[in-house]
């Protein structure tokens, strides 16, 4: 199994809010990214081992790392390598749910042991989940016996996964991914409101 690490947002952490009132915008400090972007290379780096790269002292990265934890940044955890150990068939679940049973079929496959994530989505398939199966035989039982039974499900689509391309957690660069576009900060309402009654008169 390879240690692997993820990275979240945190209501309790540096934040702010955009002008729109839009979503939160968090600010890493300097040495907290530099400590993510170790982890996330080798989950089983010590404090001690991420102090001597960084230049720093083993309690002040120790304490950092606690900070990442417990105010809910990163968590840091074991990823297996599904096909390795006897679950060869992955796919993802794409569920077309009636509306006044949306919250109930999310609920209650999210129970489901064979699912790692379940997410309740946008669109006409509003529910999508990521299944590991040891077979066929496998699939087949759990769609017939655990999905079909749930009332409100219309429609479930599989797209199995047959190979892998990428799998990674360089929350560094999706940080900073943005940069690479020179995107142009959405106006603000005020602004959108001036332009509009501009156009109107004209």
């Not at 720093?56 to 990442?68: A, D, P």
């Not at 990428?166 to 020179?182: N, Q």
Request: hydrophobic letters at 45%; proline letters at 3%; one cysteine or more.
């Amino acid at each position: 199994m390879a240690p692997s690490l993820s990275a979240r947002h945190s209501s309790t952490s540096q934040v702010r809010h955009r002008p729109s009132g839009g979503t939160l915008v968090c600010h890493l400090a300097e040495l907290d990214e530099q400590i993510i972007a170790l982890l996330q290379a080798d989950g089983r780096r010590s404090a001690a081992e991420i102090a001597r790269v960084l230049g720093s002292t083993r309690g002040t990265i120790h304490r950092r790392i606690q900070r990442l934890v417990d105010e809910q940044f990163i968590t840091i955890r074991a990823f297996a390598v599904s096909r390795n150990i006897g679950l060869p068939v992955h796919l993802f679940f794409a569920l077309r749910v009636a509306f006044e049973q949306l919250n109930l079929v999310a609920k209650s496959i999210a129970d489901f042991k064979e699912l790692r994530w379940v997410a309740v989505t946008s669109g006409q398939r509003n529910v999508l989940a990521e299944g590991f199966f040891s077979s066929t035989e496998h699939l087949n039982a759990f769609v017939t016996r655990r999905l079909a039974p749930l009332p409100g499900i219309l429609e479930v689509e599989t797209l199995n996964v047959l190979s892998l391309e990428k799998f990674g957690f360089d929350w560094t660069a999706i940080r900073h991914a943005s940069e690479d576009y020179a995107i142009e900060p959405a106006p603000t309402t005020a602004a959108t409101t001036h332009a509009t009654a501009v156009h109107e008169h004209a």
